[in-house]
């Protein structure tokens, strides 16, 4: 158990609508990332967030948004879902420093299917 | 930019056979490299990593080390069990411009038969 958690574990929904996924961060981590896996493009890094601060961006779709909460907690916003938005979305967490060293402890993930 | 490129698998052995995944690297920095294992169904959890040239790490019987003149980061691991079957991702940080994301390669699955 990585101590970070992620709900729902799975969820299905229709094209068109729009979802949410949370993440709550290991206790006492600040940074909060998003990863996306896809069977066609692999893990890839969405969005960083530290202390509530968005800190990096990656290939992050314009219908998808993020936020971290003063409580640490972070959401993950997928809108006008399309069947391409089908995959795992992993959140990570690392400590309260920024160092490339720090490790990322990753949650269980959301399977997120679109009909 | 930052790139990683691993083996492609699958790779399948028995068990206690030894095991290499190869990963090279792409970066304009210094990158920290690390070696996740994704167990099935599971998500991704840290198996070593190196933070400079020439580091080791190591975990679990696993090994890889930090060669900046190769850039290479290659797993190994003397003698599998069947509960190493698993996916294992390559990775890099840069930690530059505060941007301290992964940069993963594909994936190797490996499957290890009793």
């Known amino acids: 158990d990585s101590g970070v958690t992620q709900t729902p574990k799975h969820l299905i929904t229709a094209t068109g609508q729009r979802v949410t996924l949370r993440c709550s961060p290991r206790?006492?981590?600040?940074?909060v990332y998003w990863y996306q896996q896809s069977l066609d493009q692999g893990l890839q890094f969405l969005i960083q967030y530290y202390n509530g601060e968005e800190r990096a961006k990656g290939n992050i779709l314009e219908r998808f948004s993020a936020q971290q909460f003063p409580d640490l907690h972070s959401e993950l916003n997928l809108s006008s879902l399309e069947l391409g938005d089908s995959a795992l979305y992993f959140c990570?967490?690392?400590?309260?420093?920024?160092?490339?060293?720090?490790?990322?402890?990753f949650g269980p993930g959301t399977r997120l299917t679109v009909l | 930019g930052d790139s990683v490129t691993q083996m492609e698998g699958p790779v399948t052995l028995s068990e206690e056979a030894f095991l290499t995944i190869n990963c090279t690297y792409t970066?304009?920095?210094?990158?920290?490299l690390f070696w996740y294992v994704q167990y099935p169904g599971e998500g991704l959890q840290l198996l070593l990593k190196a933070t400079k040239a020439d580091d080791k790490g190591s975990n679990k019987g696993f090994e890889a080390t930090y060669r900046k003149e190769t850039t290479s980061f290659h797993l190994e691991k003397g003698s599998v069990q069947v509960s190493d079957s698993a996916v294992y991702f390559c990775?890099?940080?840069?930690?530059?411009?505060?941007?301290?994301?992964?940069?993963f390669g594909a994936g190797t699955t490996v499957t290890v038969r009793a």
């Open positions: 206790s006492g981590d600040l940074s």
């Open positions: 970066a304009t920095g210094y990158p920290s």
């Open positions: 990570a967490s690392s400590g309260g420093g920024l160092r490339i060293t720090d490790t990322q402890y």
């Open positions: 990775a890099l940080s840069l930690g530059r411009s505060n941007d301290y994301k992964l940069s």
